[in-house]
């Protein structure tokens, strides 16, 4: 039996600090971290709740250690707020689950994952990361594009404005973006075809594909032209999510693969992949940090409708970090 610590944000904690809906809603719900609990004892494992990055440097000041972490944190603010608590586990030497501190870092700038992703010839649009409005006058990529936040989850920031027809709606939403979440934006071609999201597990050439899941967004229902924050929050109401046929399926599974590998992701998480003009696959974002709640979050939904029981991926998950001790 080995000791699995829980590292998570939970939602409800930080709301009654004052927090609001939106900069809480990559965090977890409680059934979610009891669900895994459930499922660690299951396989013979001894959870133990640790909770957010501060009450991890507090254990660990007292001396407390377990055998790995099962890891969820997102964390608040910053370039690396993903990989604060890999960063801290690696100084103690405990292993955990999901991306190292660099493929965290990598992972949340989409503009540094694109980067990565086009040098290594994965199908990724071209982009442009914006730091002000003068920059966003000067883009010189073709309309329509699409303006997001660079660094955010959850399709925070992501609206039907995002979609943006000419340089004066161009230059509205990149100040919009830039003055609420402080950060640069990322502009780039919009991709008007169908939306996918294929689970991926395991690690460099030993990584395999899972299955994939359509994003359908439901005409009169859901907000237009993406899978926006409001599509998200109330995807049962607004969208439907069909897996892929198998020839989408295999199409998604070749890109997503090439972009899993050339990140550096680990153990089990998602590539996101629209369809542009043409019906070609690009990549709009890696997830190596995975939403794990077994009914609502995408990588246990698409391992359920594929036959993997939510107890064996997270089996798959844990014994992937043991390993790595």
């Not at 895994?36 to 133990?48: D, F, K, T, W, Y």
């Not at 969208?239 to 020839?247: G, H, Q, S, T």
């Not at 629209?274 to 709640?293: F, S, Y």
């Amino acid at each position: 039996m080995s000791t699995i610590g829980l590292t998570y944000d939970l939602r409800s904690d930080y709301l009654a600090l004052g927090f609001g809906e939106e900069e809480t809603a990559e965090f977890d719900q409680l059934s979610t971290i009891e669900a895994l609990e459930s499922a660690l004892r299951q396989i013979g494992h001894a959870p133990v709740r640790v909770g957010n990055v501060r009450a991890l440097v507090e254990a660990l000041a007292r001396g407390e250690r377990w055998d790995a972490i099962f890891n969820l944190c997102e964390g608040l603010s910053g370039f690396g707020r993903e990989a604060q608590v890999p960063a801290l586990l690696e100084v103690y030497r405990i292993p955990y689950t999901f991306a190292d501190p660099l493929t965290a870092c990598v992972t949340l700038h989409k503009g540094a994952a694109k980067r990565i992703l086009r040098d290594q010839g994965v199908p990724t649009t071209d982009f442009a990361v914006i730091t002000s409005v003068e920059e966003a006058k000067a883009t010189r990529l073709p309309f329509p594009l699409f303006v997001k936040p660079v660094a955010e989850g959850t399709a925070k920031g992501i609206q039907p404005s995002s979609r943006v027809d000419d340089r004066r709606a161009l230059v509205e939403r990149t100040g919009e973006l830039l003055e609420r979440y402080r950060q640069p934006v990322i502009v780039e071609p919009y991709l008007p075809g169908r939306e996918f999201t294929t689970a991926v597990l395991g690690q460099g050439a030993a990584a395999e594909v899972i299955g994939t899941m359509e994003i359908v967004l439901l005409e009169g229902k859901a907000e237009s032209h993406a899978y926006t924050y409001l599509n998200k929050e109330e995807c049962e109401e607004r969208c439907v999510f069909p897996m892929a046929d198998p020839i989408s399926a295999a199409r998604c599974a070749e890109v997503a693969l090439s972009a899993w590998r050339a990140l550096g992701c680990r153990d089990a998480g998602r590539v996101d992949l629209r369809e542009d003009a043409a019906g070609q696959l690009m990549v709009m974002e890696a997830n190596p940090l995975p939403g794990m709640h077994p009914a609502h979050s995408d990588l246990p939904m698409i391992c359920a409708a594929v036959g993997l029981p939510y107890v064996e991926l997270v089996r798959s998950i844990v014994s992937a970090a043991l390993a790595r001790a």
